[in-house]
């Protein structure tokens, strides 16, 4: 069984540059979550991403936009970076349906420098 | 608005002393709550969901309605206890996660 793996692992970025981050999601999970987590802070919620389609989003502008693929996994696309975006990127995958809600499986993260 | 506060951000306890954490959450409905833990150099993991009443590595957690509380124990902590502790209520439209800002958690020898 594969687990969750993300991609690049770090990188660096100056203000107002595009970035992308991806994820591979466990073996035989359908749904791939994205969060947010800055130095201090608890993962914040970006989006979720069930058959391709977004079904659901946190507090974040519209410059943060995401993909999911056919085989599951996902992309997520940060425009117009802000020195603010600067965190840890997390991706995390799961099953749909009542007893795969809330258990999520992490990646380790993809780490965001905005200079 | 929905949210879930975790007082401590530090908490250090000597091993084999008694351990809690405190999660207090104010949502609609009522949620399904989950811990999430992550150990040094680890990803972050499940520990527990409440509904499953299930005991992990010695670390139980209540629900009380009353108080809004989901507070995470275990009555005799160890050195491997030692990690980030986050509380997470289960809602919204997505019936995602929201997670706490945690308590690191670090058990003395």
């Known amino acids: 069984e594969t687990g969750v793996t993300q991609s690049p692992t770090h990188l660096i970025k100056t203000r107002g540059q595009q970035v992308t981050l991806r994820c591979s999601s466990q073996s035989g999970h359908n749904t791939v979550s994205w969060y947010q987590q800055a130095l201090g802070q608890g993962p914040q919620f970006i989006f979720q991403y069930y058959r391709e389609e977004e079904n659901g989003r946190g507090n974040f502008p519209p410059r943060f936009s995401g993909l999911q693929f056919p085989n599951y996994s996902s992309e997520l696309n940060v425009n117009a970076l802000e020195l603010d975006d600067s965190a840890l990127y997390l991706c995390?995958?799961?099953?749909?349906?009542?007893?795969?809600?809330?258990?999520?499986?992490f990646g380790e993260g993809s780490r965001l420098t905005v200079l | 608005a929905q949210r879930v506060t975790q007082p401590e951000k530090l908490l250090s306890v000597f091993k084999g002393a008694p351990v809690e954490l405190k999660c207090n959450y104010s949502y609609s409905g009522s949620p399904e709550l989950f811990w999430y833990v992550q150990y040094s150099r680890q990803r972050l993991q499940l520990l527990l969901r409440?509904?499953s009443r299930e005991s992990i590595k010695g670390f139980t957690a209540d629900l009380n309605k009353g108080e809004t509380s989901f507070h995470l124990k275990k009555p005799f902590a160890q050195e491997e206890d030692s990690a980030m502790y986050y509380c997470a209520p289960l809602g919204g439209s997505a019936r995602q996660l929201t997670f706490g800002s945690g308590t690191q958690l670090t058990v003395l020898p």
């Open positions: 409440h509904i």
């Open positions: 995390a995958s799961s099953l749909a349906g009542r007893e795969g809600a809330g258990e999520l499986f």
